[in-house]
């Protein structure tokens, strides 16, 4: 069965942001002004529906969250990948609010210490920006080491949360 998506567009401080979700939770996040391809790419055979009802209430939490007012480890996923995938984007949403972690820490944190690049690839594949907070993994250097939505988005997501946390 061909999946449905429904998507709309949420804008903050002039970048938009495409956000769409099946009938069981969030399935998408875009880079800024990417558009329907970067969806396309991640779900090529997916029916997609344009829908300004459907991802309100995330398209909500998202901005009050780039506003510095929000908390998005409670929205609800609908998100697939291959078992390592998952074991990395789980790890993911538990790292804290205002922190970053190496691809390292988190392929020991899987007991696969070996899969540091590994670990990289599956961040990489991550289909929902900022609700799974790649953002927060930078490389053994602590310097960024590349992210779908830019540099300058990543260092300014980072910086953000570090200042909220304070």
């Known amino acids: 069965m061909t999946p449905k998506l429904y998507y709309d567009q949420v804008v903050f401080e002039s970048q938009t942001y495409l956000v769409a979700s099946t009938d069981d939770g969030l399935a998408f996040v875009g880079s800024p002004n990417a558009g329907l391809e970067e969806l396309q790419r991640f779900y090529p055979t997916a029916d997609l529906v344009l829908d300004q009802h459907k991802n309100r209430t995330v398209m909500c939490q998202l901005k009050h969250y780039l506003e510095g007012n929000g908390d998005l480890s409670a929205v609800k996923l609908d998100i697939t990948g291959t078992p390592f995938q998952e074991a990395v984007w789980d790890v993911l949403r538990g790292i804290p609010?205002?922190?970053?972690?190496?691809?390292?820490?988190?392929?020991?944190?899987?007991?696969?210490?070996?899969?540091?690049?590994?670990?990289?690839?599956?961040?990489?594949?991550?289909?929902?920006?900022?609700?799974?907070p790649c953002h927060r993994v930078v490389s053994k250097s602590k310097q960024g080491s590349g992210y779908r939505g830019g540099m300058l988005m990543k260092e300014w997501l980072i910086a953000h949360e570090q200042n909220v946390a304070k």
């Open 97 to 132: 609010f205002g922190s970053v972690v190496t691809y390292q820490d988190i392929a020991d944190k899987l007991g696969r210490p070996r899969a540091a690049q590994a670990v990289g690839n599956a961040v990489g594949k991550n289909p929902v920006l900022i609700v799974v």
